[in-house]
């Protein structure tokens, strides 16, 4: 007797965690309190010769510095993600375009171009008459 396969309903899937936007506010400002804490913890222990302190505060420092290299990894995604959307609604639009439409710096925009093209997500068009101008599509 064969059984056939029923796909999963959206609801079903399990949803990916993240973090709501309260919280990745909350992330700017306790990520350098608990690494300074940590910095001045680590200093009176080891000048107190404690340790078990230098250790514990060490720890807290790394932890510090860790939630701070992935909240800025989130917000490279979540800006690459905005510029991914926008070069899918408006196709042939150039990286100053997208800069001015979306209020970032055209450097910032140009870098998340250049990691979405890498990933093969957008494709690069450039006009004969004028090569230096690139535009933006996304890939099919």
């Not at 990520?31 to 804490?37: G, V």
């Not at 060490?58 to 917000?75: K, N, S, V």
């Not at 494709?123 to 101008?133: I, L, Q, R, S, Y």
């Amino acid at each position: 007797m064969a059984c056939a396969l029923i796909p999963a309903s959206p609801e079903a899937r399990p949803k990916e965690p993240r973090l709501s936007n309260g919280m990745l506010r909350s992330l700017h400002f306790t990520t350098p309190i608990l690494f300074t804490l940590g910095a001045l913890n680590a200093f009176t222990a080891q000048q107190r010769q404690d340790h078990a302190a230098l250790a514990t505060a060490l720890c807290l420092c790394i932890c510090a510095a860790g939630l701070l290299a992935e909240d800025l990894l989130q917000h490279a995604l979540r800006r690459d993600r905005v510029v991914l959307a926008h070069g899918a609604v408006h196709p042939g639009a150039a990286a100053r375009h997208i800069a001015r439409a979306l209020g970032a710096r055209e450097r910032v925009v140009a870098r998340s171009l250049s990691r979405l093209t890498e990933e093969g997500l957008l494709m690069v068009e450039t006009d004969g008459a004028t090569p230096a101008v690139r535009a933006y599509r996304v890939a099919r």
